[in-house]
């Protein structure tokens, strides 16, 4: 686009965000352009901010600012079940629901020997330091229901319940609004598994 | 997501891009937390440097680092043929085309009277005094095809065809690689009109 230096640096910088392709960075370039500077700095302050003040719960690993995180710290919860994701951003999602109010355990990432990635790189250790050290009835094992996470689930279950605590994971079946006709059939075949009497 | 409150802000600062909403912001939030800090800093940094290095082109309202843009500065660009546009955002495109070598216009908007915009709001003063300090042969005005751009477009024909200057604008018509079947009534009907002899 024959673009000034620091409007080419800004693209490149841009382009390199998931999900941002030159045509978004190019409108966001603009919008960045057009908009007063107090606005676009906010949003390099936040940047900032973020690298200089997020690191990760000492207790589960989740982002936080400080030692330990909302949920860890948060009285309301109830720290005899403990959620195990993949990653940060798995909580969320689950957050939304309303339905969990143990905590978690972030393992930041899952079992793939093909990626050379084994026990020792994931938050394994520590996750049974927390079972051995507290008071823990359950644990959810929320990996994601793919081959990874299903390994990673299968492994970490084989560790945890001959500590007498109850290993459970999310079911696996029809979503919710979704219709049975369009249901592939492995998700379908689950569903069919893990009926229940109504 | 019951975020940590730096990570909030930047959630909140991202969603205001243009095309960014909550879900992509979450992903590209996760993406700065993620990668190393010195790589998150650039984009910060890039978008500082945009809002004090980037100003306004005095010769054609383009975006610029210093008086002058790169195109206006350029001696291979033939500064008798200048083409029109409302936004900096036009001549990116114009200038992927490969087929024009003039320079270029900025109007910064088009004439809509149901917005209070006239003729006093857009850059047509300025044209009209490049237009009699310099030798312009052209004048190609390339706003929208749409209400307010063909308007802009007319008005400005009205204004600089006395002054001996050719004034032309881009062909409308069927899309290269388009489908005959599929184009709207309306451009279908200029493509005739503006037929060409084969």
Redesign the interface.
């Known amino acids: 686009?024959?673009?000034?230096?620091?409007?080419q640096?800004?693209l490149?910088?841009?382009e390199?965000?998931?999900?941002?392709g030159p045509k978004?960075a190019?409108?966001?370039?603009?919008?960045?352009?057009n908009t007063d500077?107090s606005?676009?700095?906010?949003?390099?302050?936040?940047?900032?901010?973020?690298?200089e003040?997020?690191c990760f719960c000492q207790i589960c690993f989740n982002?936080?600012?400080g030692d330990a995180?909302?949920?860890c710290s948060s009285a309301a919860r109830d720290q005899g079940q403990i959620c195990v994701v993949s990653?940060?951003?798995d909580?969320?999602p689950i957050?939304?629901t309303g339905v969990f109010e143990g905590v978690y355990h972030v393992l930041h990432g899952a079992l793939s020997p093909m990626d050379g990635i084994g026990p020792d790189e994931l938050k394994i250790a520590e996750l049974l330091r927390r079972l051995s050290s507290q008071e823990v009835t359950e644990v959810i094992i929320a990996t994601n229901p793919n081959v990874e996470g299903e390994a990673t689930a299968a492994y970490l279950a084989r560790l945890i319940r001959p500590l007498g605590v109850r290993v459970t994971r999310p079911a696996s079946g029809l979503p919710v609004g979704g219709d049975l006709e369009y249901a592939d059939e492995v998700t379908l075949g689950r569903a069919m598994e893990g009926r229940l009497e109504i």
Chains 1, 2 share one sequence.
């Open positions: 686009m024959n673009a000034a230096p620091s409007i640096k800004l490149d910088e841009l390199r965000l998931p999900g941002v978004s190019q409108r966001i370039a603009y919008y960045i352009l500077s606005q676009a700095l906010r949003l390099a302050d936040a940047i900032h901010e973020v690298k003040q997020v982002y936080a600012e995180c909302d949920i990653e940060p951003k909580i969320a957050e939304r």
